[in-house]
Each structure stands twice: as C-alpha cells, then as structure tokens.
C-alpha cells in the first residue's frame, strides 16, 4: 500500500488551521495594502482640506506630496507603500489642480 508514502494530501490543510486570513498586519509589515490604504486616505484627505485654497498653494502642496512620496526620495523597504501613493497623487492631481474652475466645489 501507501503506507511509506508521505501523506500529500495534508499540504494545504495546515494553512486552513490557522486563525483567519484576515487577522489584522502588525504596523511594522511592508507593503501591507492596509498601510498603503492608510497613506493615501490621508493624502486624500490633505488633498480634499486644501481644495479651497488657492492654485499656488494647491500647486506647492502637490510638489511637496510628489517629492515626500517619491519611491526614489524613500528607503528600499518602503517602496512599495511610497509607490502607491505616488500612482494616487499622480492620477489625482488634475482634479485637484482643477479646483479653481470648479470655484469650491468639494468632490
């Protein structure tokens, strides 16, 4: 029989024992989507609370969140959270360069 056999059906049965996939990273793990998440809500919320201000100062905000979350400007092991949210400010700025013409109209 299959007695000297190791028992191959149990290689995805120890993953199931484990509690939850869901279980929360610990704040130190890299490239968690959760910490990417984190990040770019608060880079939208920066985004949104200067909505009203004028494009000047909207356009030195964008630089400076483009030069803090540039993935060059930060280490190796944060490349990938620092990547994201450079995707998102880039693919946000034109409405939040736009906001003049749209007077204060908050998205």
Do not use: C
């Not at 130190?28 to 998440?37: D, H």
């Not at 630089?63 to 994201?84: C, F, G, M, V, Y």
Request: hydrophobic content about 40%; overall charge neutral.
């Amino acid at each position: 029989g299959g007695a000297g056999r190791p028992a191959a059906a149990s290689n995805g049965a120890d993953a199931g024992a484990k509690p939850g996939p869901a279980a929360k990273p610990e704040p130190t793990t890299v490239g968690a989507p959760s910490g990417e998440e984190a990040h770019i809500a608060a880079v939208r919320r920066e985004m949104l609370d200067a909505m009203s201000a004028p494009e000047g100062v909207r356009k030195a905000i964008l630089r400076d969140l483009q030069r803090k979350w540039h993935p060059d400007k930060n280490p190796d092991e944060d490349k990938a959270i620092a990547t994201a949210v450079f995707q998102y400010i880039s693919t946000n700025s034109h409405w939040f360069l736009a906001a003049a013409a749209n007077s204060n109209n908050k998205a």
